[in-house]
C-alpha cells in the first residue's frame, strides 16, 4: 500500500497562513509518532507531507513532500494522486477542516483512515455531540448555545467554541465581570457553548471503533492549566487507571453503537468526578496528543491495527507492556 500521511498543521495546510503556534507542537509531535509506527509495517510505502517552515520528522523512511509557500494544496494533490492509494488524515474539526479534506479525498476514490462524514459532522459540534449521546443515555456535562442574551447562573462555567480543537479558546469564568470582558473579546463569527465546571479528574480514553463496535485502549490524564483564565494542555500521562478497563470498554461500546459511523482511532475526553462518576466531554475522531505515548505504555501498535481495518481485520491489542508514560507538551 501506498500511504499519503497529511498532518495538517505540519504537511501545509496553513502553507499560505500563519502556523498557528499553539497547535504546531501537538501536531509535531502525532506526526512523529504515527511515521514511527508505520515505519516498522511491512509493504507500506510512505509519501509525508512536510510544510517548508516546519521541522521535518527525523529517520523518515517516507518520501518528503516539501510544501513552499504559495502552492495550492488542493492542486498539487491532485496532480499526485496517482502516487498514492490511501490517506492518513490528522486535522483540526474548526471550520470543517476535518470533515471537508475528508470529503476532499474521498471524492478523489483514496482510502481514507477516518469516520464516515457523518460521525465527523457530529463530532465537530460539540453541543450536538452531547445532545446526541444523552439521548442514548450517555452521561455527558450539561451544555448549552452561548448567546449574550442568556441569563446565566452564579458559579464556575466554562466557555468554548461549539467547534473548538484542544483548549483552544477554552475558558473558566467565575464571576459576572469576568463574563462581560470574555464577551468582548469572542469572535461573532464563532458559535459558542457554556458547561458548567465539574471538578474532578480530566482524562480521556483512546479506542479504536469498527462497525458500531469499540475496542478499548487506555486511558490517559491530562494535566491542564490556568492562564488568564484559559485551560492549557502541558502534558498528558498515558495509561493510567488501568483497574478500571473494563467500565472503560462498556463506555467506549455505548458511544460506538450511539455513533457507529465512527471508524479507526477516536477519544474520548471526560471528567471523572470526585463521587466517582464518568462524564463525557467530547468526541475527537483522530489521533490525539495522548496517541505519542501509547507504543511506549503498551507495546502496541495502533496504526498497524487501524491499516488492518481497512482489510476488515479484527483488532488484537494484545499487551506486551504495561507501563504509564509522559508526553510533555510544552
Request: aromatic residues 6%; charged residues 20%; negative net charge.
Amino acid at each position: 500500500m501506498r500511504l499519503l500521511v497529511f498532518e495538517f498543521i505540519t504537511g501545509g495546510g496553513f502553507v499560505n497562513d500563519i502556523l498557528p503556534a499553539s497547535l504546531m507542537q501537538e501536531g509535531r509531535m502525532m506526526r512523529d509518532a504515527l511515521l514511527q509506527d508505520l515505519r516498522s509495517i511491512e509493504n507500506l510505502q510512505l509519501l509525508v507531507l512536510s510544510d517548508e517552515r516546519v521541522e521535518q520528522p527525523q529517520e523518515s523512511e517516507g518520501v518528503l513532500l516539501d510544501i513552499k509557500q504559495g502552492t495550492d494544496l488542493v492542486s498539487y494533490l491532485q496532480n499526485i494522486k496517482a502516487d498514492y492509494d490511501a490517506v492518513w488524515l490528522i486535522a483540526p474539526e474548526t471550520d470543517g477542516i476535518l470533515v471537508n479534506w475528508q470529503q476532499f479525498f474521498k471524492q478523489e476514490n483514496k482510502q481514507v483512515c477516518l469516520s464516515t462524514r457523518k460521525a465527523l459532522m457530529l463530532c465537530q459540534n460539540k453541543l450536538e455531540t452531547t445532545h446526541h449521546l444523552q439521548k442514548a443515555g450517555i452521561n455527558c456535562v450539561s451544555s448549552q448555545k452561548y448567546q449574550p442574551s442568556i441569563t446565566i447562573d452564579a458559579g464556575s462555567w466554562v466557555l468554548k467554541p461549539i467547534d473548538s480543537v484542544g483548549c483552544e479558546d477554552v475558558y473558566l469564568i467565575e464571576t459576572e465581570q469576568q463574563w462581560l470582558s470574555r464577551a468582548q473579546t469572542l469572535d461573532k463569527q464563532r458559535e459558542y457553548l457554556i458547561q458548567p465546571y465539574i471538578k474532578g479528574v480530566a482524562l480521556s480514553l483512546s479506542a479504536l471503533f469498527y462497525q458500531g463496535k469499540a475496542t478499548f485502549i487506555c486511558c490517559n490524564q491530562q494535566h491542564l492549566n490556568l492562564k488568564s483564565n484559559e485551560f492549557q494542555l502541558h502534558a498528558c500521562t498515558v495509561n493510567v487507571q488501568q483497574e478500571q478497563s473494563l467500565d472503560y470498554q462498556i463506555l467506549c461500546s455505548k458511544i460506538a453503537q450511539s455513533i457507529p459511523g465512527l471508524w479507526g482511532y477516536s477519544g474520548i475526553d471526560l471528567i471523572k468526578t470526585e463521587q466517582g462518576e464518568l462524564v463525557i466531554l467530547e468526541i475527537n475522531p483522530r489521533l490525539t496528543t495522548s496517541y505519542v505515548g501509547i507504543k511506549q505504555a503498551t507495546g502496541i501498535n495502533v496504526a498497524a491495527q487501524v491499516l488492518g481495518l481497512l482489510d476488515n481485520r479484527v483488532p488484537d491489542l494484545t499487551r506486551t507492556r504495561s507501563n504509564t508514560v509522559l508526553v510533555k507538551i510544552d
